[in-house]
């Protein structure tokens, strides 16, 4: 089964409005972490956002947000007010445990329309 | 602060030549990692370290080796290269949370 799972190939979403891209895992650790990167044209993965398996609250880092739902193993990246500089592809990952591995979903391609 | 440097950033092989990435880290982080990206398969895992002199498989190692023989610097060979290696190689170096990545490199096998 896949650890990590993006149903959504490519998604589309007007500038200044709010985009989900969504994310669901499949671990049986009480303990793991959860996190979005960027990959913009040029490349290069950037890190976005983490959610530990324990926190209580959703994580937010800017105009980012995390949509963490336990009991439903998901994971979504809310993004406010998109820009044109978020067009890119989106990675959902996951770390089990105290593991060493990172496991990572095929990615979500946004593109924002003017 | 560089980061984590990639070198090459481009290289175009022949079926049956070797060549060594190299993954270069000044972050003083203990984990370090090699993937391969190809489209519609996301990031898969090649071969990790967890420190100086360690290394372990990932989920697709067949094909290459790696050494980490000093903390900031883990390589990845490729000792005979075939067409189904051609993809781009990512290298990321981690510390308890997220990994950071470099650049890539883009490898062609003809």
């Known amino acids: 089964a896949q650890k990590i799972t993006q149903t959504q190939p490519g998604m589309f979403v007007q500038e200044k409005e709010a985009v989900t891209l969504d994310c669901t895992y499949d671990?049986?650790?009480?303990?793991?972490?959860l996190f979005w990167y960027k990959q913009p044209s040029s490349g290069e993965m950037i890190f976005l956002i983490y959610?530990?398996?324990?926190?209580?609250q959703n994580a937010t880092e800017g105009r980012y947000s995390l949509n963490f739902q336990k009991a439903r193993k998901s994971a979504n990246l809310v993004i406010s007010a998109s820009q044109l500089g978020d067009s890119a592809m989106y990675f959902c990952?996951?770390?089990?445990?105290?593991?060493?591995?990172?496991?990572f979903g095929t990615g979500t391609s946004l593109t924002v329309i003017p | 602060n560089a980061g984590v440097t990639q070198t090459p950033k481009f290289r175009v092989l022949k079926t049956g030549q070797s060549m060594t990435l190299l993954c270069a880290q000044d972050?003083?982080?203990?984990?370090m990692y090699w993937y391969r990206q190809d489209p519609g398969m996301g990031l898969r895992l090649i071969h990790y370290?967890?420190?100086?002199?360690?290394?372990a498989k990932g989920e697709v190692p067949d094909g290459y080796n790696v050494s980490r023989l000093k903390k900031q610097n883990f390589l990845l060979g490729l000792e005979s290269a075939a067409p189904s290696q051609t993809s781009v190689y990512f290298c990321?170096?981690?510390?308890?949370?997220?990994?950071?990545f470099g650049p890539g490199t883009r490898l062609t096998v003809l």
């Open positions: 959610q530990g398996s324990y926190d209580e």
């Open positions: 990952a996951m770390r089990e445990g105290l593991g060493n591995q990172f496991y």
């Open positions: 972050m003083n982080h203990e984990y």
């Open positions: 671990t049986s650790d009480q303990s793991y972490g």
């Open positions: 990321a170096s981690s510390y308890r949370l997220a990994q950071y």
């Open positions: 370290s967890v420190g100086e002199g360690t290394t």
